[in-house]
């Protein structure tokens, strides 16, 4: 959550006072809706409600059209029942298990959902919960992965420091993790045209103290799964060399929604005993209005018994495992909902369709012949690409800044280390951001490739400021 202070600017008092339509007050424009509220401390009184809606929603009508945000991942579109549904429960606090028995069984039943489309040996025996997305979940998964570490090396932690493995790419949610929970985080660099984690590279790193590596299946720079079973097995060569029983936990909070459906031959998930847990955002490609994240450990083992909270359910025992405490149900009614709408076959048939559409947009950028892509969008519906070497007078950043001018938010960002020489743009394809709309991003970009052809060079001074992508 983004940090906020206090205004830095005085309002002018007679602009204020006329900042008001007079048609957003009485039935007469002229009974004294004279003045605007203030917008930095608490009105003196209140407003009927349809003056404080006007006043809300025009300031919002501001902010981007979220259906051309292309650098987001997040869900845009739901059907309206989903709408219905979730107004309905937004009053239902979803830690009161008791007073909320039916939401909380249909978190239950997802969870049970989830376990079977993930593989894991046996369902039932899995365990898991609901998440506000999967930064809270990957929190989870390493909060377990620590305390199965701490608890297996007691005898020399807390004076060892813990480490976790991952790449250099991983979302910022695990820079955080190890921040708060005082691990080292040790990071595979990228390297040439390999922009994730190296099966070799996270073996290498690992030692007594290293809690887990993290596997990514799909990452937010390009798009590309990370080789899950490579990685298992590099791990599996060093405990038959080191004796070193290192975990992973899948990190597919895109991924883990696509490859079950479009990728049924790729083993990555509970299949590969190394794996102890797996998360992923129901926000994204779960198809869900943000926000709800589900988190789930290949048995109870994985996850130690003292960090579950237990309350009574029905009168019975309702095990709960969160950093939040009350959130709404409604996302976690609208993920039943969708499992329910669309079976295996329709999330087959929807996430099928958005990769179409990303490798037939990807296609018709590189046939534009001013662009090389990275990605071509056939694993994670996403692709990324840069300008083309022969390409000297506009950079990503430049096409960034014009496509807003249209409408679209494309996200122009440089690769972390070894790999900062890279500037790349990346498009996210999600369900609602149909062929149409994808012709229509072709036409614009089309549209403004002749201005940036005549550039003298790159306009963009400020890489940092050009960019939507910061994670």
Known sequence: MALHKGPDDQESEPFRRLALNPFYGEADPVGGMTEAPPRHRLPDGPLPPTTAYRLVHDELMLDGNSRLNLATFVTTWMEPQAGVLMGECRDKNMIDKDEYPRTAELERRCVSMLAQLWNAPDPSAAVGCSTTGSSEACMLAGMALKRRWAKRNADRYPGARPNLVMGVNVQVCWEKFCNFWEVEPRLVPMEGDRFHLDPASAAALCDENTIGVVAVLGSTFDGSYEPVADICAALDDLRARTGLDIPVHVDGASGAMIAPFLDEHLVWDFR??????????????????????????????????????????????MPTFA???????????????????LGREGYRAVQQTTRDVARGLAERIEAMGDFRLLTRGDQLPVFAFTTAPDVTSFDVFDVSRRLRERGWLVPAYT?????????????????????????????????????????????????????????
């Open 415 to 471: 690769f972390p280390p070894h790999r900062e020489d890279l500037s790349v743009l990346r498009v996210v394809c999600r369900n609602g951001f149909s062929a149409d709309l994808a012709g229509l991003l072709v036409e614009d970009l089309n549209r403004l490739l002749p201005e940036l052809r005549r550039q003298p060079h790159p306009f963009t001074q400020d890489k940092d400021a050009a960019t939507a992508f910061h994670h």
């Open 272 to 317: 590969l005993p190394r794996v102890s847990s797996i998360n992923t955002s129901g926000h994204k490609y779960g198809l869900v209005y943000p926000g709800v994240g589900w988190a789930l450990w290949r048995t109870a083992a994985e996850l130690p018994e003292e960090l579950v909270f237990r309350v009574n359910y029905l009168g019975g025992d």
């Open 323 to 341: 950093l939040n405490f009350s959130r709404p149900g409604a996302q976690v009614v609208a993920q039943y909902y969708t499992f329910l709408r």
